[in-house]
């Protein structure tokens, strides 16, 4: 285990829905991120967070939305999404921003849409 | 922005044989490169790195090389073993913030 947790790990929803994905980290970290993992295709890096502070949004739609509480949690709330949003989402952490610094990810969250 | 191109997209060794897998970057001010190894269900995970004032780097069976005059770098994993088998990726960040941009991942099988 890398001390980074995500639920649900897997979810099936229609396109009118509203869902949440939720990632923890044991780990004593000061950022994490959202990236989206789909089928050949590299890495997409979302969102960065650092100190609970967003500083990275990387062109993504608003029909994804990130929260983060605090250092330890992240969510990633979705609502009205397209099929085409149907991927593996990987949340991940790391001790801070600074370079070189190596990134823990989750086991990550498969996503349905329908 | 930066680019990384991973080749090839699948390898297939026997057991004990070497396995090469190539990266190649185009922003030449990346300077931080690390290799995951993501196995069926699991997140990706950090297998080794090297920083761009290393030309080498080793631990075990595992090797990566960094040539930045060329802009690419490898990874050699040496008498392979079954429970290698899984998908691997590169990928680079610049200096100063940790923003990685990953190749498209190499599927690796190795035969008993």
């Known amino acids: 285990e890398t001390g980074v947790t995500q639920t649900p790990r897997h979810l099936v929803m229609g396109m009118t829905n509203k869902k949440s994905l939720k990632c923890e980290q044991h780990?004593?970290?000061?950022?994490m991120y959202w990236y989206k993992q789909s089928a050949k295709k590299p890495l997409e890096l979302m969102f960065v967070y650092s100190l609970e502070e967003r500083v990275e949004n990387n062109s993504v739609p608003s029909r994804f939305s990130p929260e983060c509480p605090n250092s330890s949690h992240l969510f990633l709330h979705l609502h009205t999404l397209q099929p085409e949003d149907s991927a593996l989402y990987l949340c991940?952490?790391?001790?801070?921003?600074?370079?070189?610094?190596?990134?823990?990810f989750g086991p990550g969250t498969r996503l349905l849409v329908l | 922005g930066e680019n990384v191109e991973q080749h090839p997209s699948t390898l297939s060794v026997q057991e004990g044989d070497s396995a090469v897998i190539k990266c190649t970057y185009s922003?030449?001010?990346?300077?931080?490169f690390p290799w995951y190894k993501q196995e069926l269900g699991k997140g990706p995970q950090l297998i080794i790195d090297?920083?761009?004032?290393?030309g080498e780097k080793k631990d075990q069976r595992i090797a990566v090389t960094l040539n930045k005059t060329a802009k690419h770098f490898s990874l050699h994993i040496t008498e392979t073993q079954p429970e290698d088998s899984a998908v691997y990726f590169c990928?680079?960040?610049?200096?100063?913030?940790?923003?990685?941009?990953f190749g498209t991942g190499t599927r690796l099988l190795v035969s008993p």
């Open positions: 990928a680079a960040s610049k200096a100063g913030f940790q923003k990685l941009v």
């Open positions: 922003d030449s001010a990346s300077n931080y």
């Open positions: 991940a952490s790391s001790q801070g921003q600074g370079e070189g610094e190596t990134q823990y």
């Open positions: 780990l004593g970290h000061n950022a």
């Open positions: 090297i920083r761009s004032n290393v």
